[in-house]
Antibody
Framework: QLQLQGSGPGLVKPSETLSLTCTVS??????????WGWIRQPPGKGLEWIGS???????YYNASLKSRVTISVDTSKNQFSLKLSSVTAADTAVYFC????????????WGQGTMVTVSS | SYELTQSPSVSVSPGQTASITCSGD??????ASWYQQKPGQSPVLVIY???KRPSGIPERFSGSNSGNIATLTISGTQAMDEADYYC?????????FGGGTKLTVL
């Protein structure tokens, strides 16, 4: 059974870079057609898509975050990662990694979520 | 930019049918998906490609999408269905989520 496990620091200082990694187990990240995405949810608010990546490295990002976001993939480790630069308190959220069934389709498998707080 | 609009809350009595709507410009021309999220948990996909149910999702969950409105219908609603529900679509290489609807089972 496919599982996604997010990991990374729970506290990041303002203006620094948030870095998270999602480890995929029970299946290959290189399997054709699937994309791998990051979605976040500020406390008490709704879901916001950040961006997605294909195992080949092809990416697409939320335009509102694009200037600060980098998503990368490491197929040898079956992982994909998120970097969000110049963070502020508005970036405080639970960050989910998830599998996208196909480009532009639904997210069918989700990780458990990683709470990241931006504070000095 | 494209937006999906959901009512903030819907209430339903146990055993009755709950309908949760999601509106967006020409939404019927796109695929809509629906997620259920209970407090402190990750979202769970309950409907994708407008009408399809993933394995393990009860038959009481169904979906439709036409015109400007996608609808998630829960027939014979149970107490365990109380949760937040989010619609999602894709527009111009961007994934869009609705603001969410809190379903209360009274």
């Amino acid at each position: 059974q496919l599982q996604l496990q997010g990991s990374g620091p729970g506290l990041v200082k303002p203006s620094e870079t948030l870095s998270l990694t999602c480890t995929v187990s029970g299946g290959s990240i290189s399997r054709s057609s699937y994309y791998w995405g990051w979605i976040r949810q500020p406390p008490g608010k709704g879901l916001e898509w950040i961006g997605s990546i294909y195992y080949s490295g092809s990416t697409y990002y939320n335009a509102s975050l694009k200037s600060r976001v980098t998503i990368s993939v490491d197929t040898s480790k079956n992982q994909f990662s998120l970097k969000l630069s110049s963070v502020t308190a508005a970036d405080t959220a639970v960050y989910f990694c998830a599998r996208e069934r196909a480009h532009g389709d639904a997210f069918d498998v989700w990780g458990q979520g990683t709470m990241v707080t931006v504070s000095s | 930019s494209y937006e999906l609009t959901q009512s903030p809350s819907v209430s339903v009595s146990p055993g009755q049918t709950a309908s949760i709507t999601c509106s967006g410009d020409k939404l019927g021309e796109k695929y809509a998906s629906w997620y259920q999220q209970k407090p402190g948990q990750s979202p769970v996909l309950v409907i994708y490609q407008d009408t399809k149910r993933p394995s393990g999702i009860p038959e009481r969950f169904s979906g439709s999408n036409s015109g400007n409105i996608a609808t998630l219908t829960i027939s014979g609603t149970q107490a365990m269905d109380e949760a937040d529900y989010y619609c999602q679509a894709w527009d111009s290489s961007t994934v869009i989520f609705g603001g969410g609807t809190k379903l209360t089972v009274l």
